[in-house]
């Protein structure tokens, strides 16, 4: 849901760490994992997702980003696969 999605975000800009709050609050099987998805190229993704992902910088995090799964606080941890 938008409004759990926009709590999470205030909870990384008040200094959370982005891991203890995949784990607390995500409902994707990388919640175990501090929300680690791995590396991924562009095309396995969704649309939405990818697009965010791809247009952040190297430790940066986004906003939340709505896809057919859901919102999503995405955090990019790696170049390009």
Same mark, same amino acid.
């Given at each position: 849901?938008?409004?759990?999605?926009?709590? =999470?975000a /205030? /909870? +990384?800009?008040?200094?959370? !760490?982005?891991? !203890?709050?995949? $784990?607390?609050? !995500? /409902?994707?099987?990388?919640?175990?994992?501090?929300?680690?998805?791995?590396? &991924?190229?562009?095309?396995?993704? @969704?649309?939405? &997702?990818?697009?965010?992902?791809?247009? +952040?910088? =190297?430790?940066? @995090? !986004?906003?939340? =980003?709505?896809? $057919? &799964?859901?919102?999503?606080?995405?955090?990019?941890t790696? +170049?390009?696969?």
């Open positions: 849901k938008e409004y759990e999605a926009e709590d =999470v /205030k /909870k +990384l800009a008040e200094g959370n !760490s982005f891991e !203890s709050l995949a $784990r607390a609050y !995500s /409902k994707c099987p990388s919640k175990d994992e501090g929300g680690d998805l791995g590396e &991924f190229g562009k095309g396995q993704m @969704v649309e939405a &997702f990818e697009n965010a992902a791809f247009a +952040l910088a =190297v430790g940066e @995090v !986004s906003g939340p =980003v709505r896809t $057919r &799964f859901g919102y999503h606080i995405i955090k990019r790696g +170049l390009d696969a």
